[in-house]
């Protein structure tokens, strides 16, 4: 019963930075996993990074680390994505996912039951 709305996607120079956003609905929020993944056009879904519950921890994909920071507010049922140092690697279309519960196998994308409709991000060279 989990609703999720992408935003702050758009065009962005390598090197520079872009902040995503994912409202939720509903008062579930904070029982679940958020996540980020991406997709190029003729690839695979990936994942991109995670966040427990309560914040404290994080999950992130190799090709991420150091670059991007997730985060969330659950009193305002909202996860951000921080992306810093973009390359032009960084061109997909971006995803807000949650998972019911705890932190299990949290960079699989068929463990995770709700997915917003994407934004699109695109970096130049």
């Known amino acids: 019963q989990v609703q999720l709305v992408e935003s702050g996607g758009g065009l962005v120079q390598a090197g520079g930075s872009l902040r995503l956003s994912c409202a939720a609905s509903?008062?579930?929020?904070?029982?679940?996993?958020m996540a980020w993944f991406r997709q190029a056009p003729g690839e695979e879904r990936e994942f991109v990074i995670a966040?427990?519950?309560?914040?404290?921890?994080?999950y992130y994909a190799d090709s991420v680390k150091e670059r991007f920071t997730i985060s969330r507010d659950n009193a305002k049922n909202t996860v951000y994505l921080q992306m810093n140092s973009m390359k032009p690697e960084d061109k997909d279309v971006y995803y807000c996912?949650?998972?019911?519960?705890?932190?299990?196998?949290?960079?699989?994308?068929?463990?995770?039951?709700?997915w917003g409709q994407g934004t699109q991000v695109t970096v130049s060279s």
């Open positions: 996912a949650a998972k019911s519960g705890g932190g299990l196998r949290v960079r699989i994308l068929r463990e995770y039951d709700y």
């Open positions: 509903g008062r579930t929020f904070s029982s679940h996993t």
């Open positions: 966040i427990n519950r309560s914040g404290g921890n994080t």
